[in-house]
């Protein structure tokens, strides 16, 4: 056999033992899964997540059981394309069916902050933050996610708690412009979070506003949010699969996230 051969069938034989762990890094996708509350003059809401059935043989003696989707490209556990943003509609490329197969494929840099986030909801990231796990963990590698583990993931289950507004201001963790050029500078592939949004609640604040999504995109970075299970990530080590619905046209997905842990 040759050795990308070997490599394949190594692969199947560490999943199959258990050495290789593969770990879901999605929510489940349903009518209780939180929504993103678009500010005010940004837009219109998304409607919230919905199954209706089209036949059931349950209920109409059939032999099949299907239904209508009804769910935004930015619903749960999803995937933010560079054409999401008006900053990098122009790459080429850069949407869901047109982005090449080989960026859905990469390692993963976990950036634990759950214990700075429980004492301050309004936590920012920052690239000094990203150079002090740097210097525990060597340098970002291009084409890398980076992922914030802020332990948000744990609201999801409340979407009044995962949204966290008081007083139309969302208070959730994120980071400010220079992460952003530090994730970039490294080529870094995207960002990824597990709030409702890649960018923090208050992303108004910075200059310019929204930087994981106007600065990424506009790099033709990807971004993921609403991610689960990242407690269960090395700092780094993992790969992760990130495959959204190839839609036409599209400016994002619900995907499913699978990550790759050695053991
Ligand atoms: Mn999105």
């Known amino acids: 056999m040759n050795a990308s ?25 349903g009518p209780a899964t939180p929504m993103i509350k678009v500010p005010e003059g940004h837009g219109k809401q998304p409607p919230s997540t ?12 059939g032999y099949a059981r299907w239904s209508t989707l009804t769910t935004a490209e930015h619903a749960g556990t999803h995937f933010d394309t560079p054409s999401h943003w008006f900053t990098g509609g122009d790459h080429a490329n850069a949407t869901t069916d047109t982005i090449s197969v080989k960026r859905f494929m990469a390692p ?4 634990d902050c759950t214990d700075e986030v429980k004492d301050d909801e309004d936590f920012i990231l920052t690239a000094d933050r990203l150079r002090s796990w740097e210097e525990a963990h060597g340098a970002i590698p291009a084409g890398s996610w980076v992922l914030l583990h802020s332990g948000w993931a744990n609201r ?17 963790p994120g980071p400010n412009p220079d992460a952003v050029r530090l994730m970039i500078e490294r080529d870094a592939c995207g ?3 597990e709030t409702i ?3 923090h609640g208050n992303a108004n604040q910075f200059d310019p506003v929204f930087p994981a999504h106007s600065l990424m995109h506009g790099a033709n970075k990807f971004g993921m949010s609403s991610l689960n299970n990242l407690d269960k990530l090395p700092p780094t080590g993992a790969v992760i699969v990130t495959a959204p619905l190839k839609i036409v046209d599209g400016s994002g997905s619900p995907l499913r996230v699978l990550a790759f842990v050695p053991s």
């Open 5 to 29: 051969a070997d490599i394949l069938s190594n692969l199947m034989q560490c999943l199959n033992q258990g050495t290789i762990e593969v770990i879901d890094l999605t929510h489940p996708l």
């Open 108 to 111: 993963a840099c976990v950036i």
């Open 50 to 61: 919905s199954l209706e059935t089209i036949s059931d043989y349950r209920e109409d003696g």
């Open 191 to 193: 960002y990824g979070t």
């Open 156 to 172: 999801f289950e409340d979407a009044d708690r995962f949204l966290n507004q008081i007083d139309g201001v969302a208070h959730s």
């Open 197 to 199: 949004g890649t960018d």
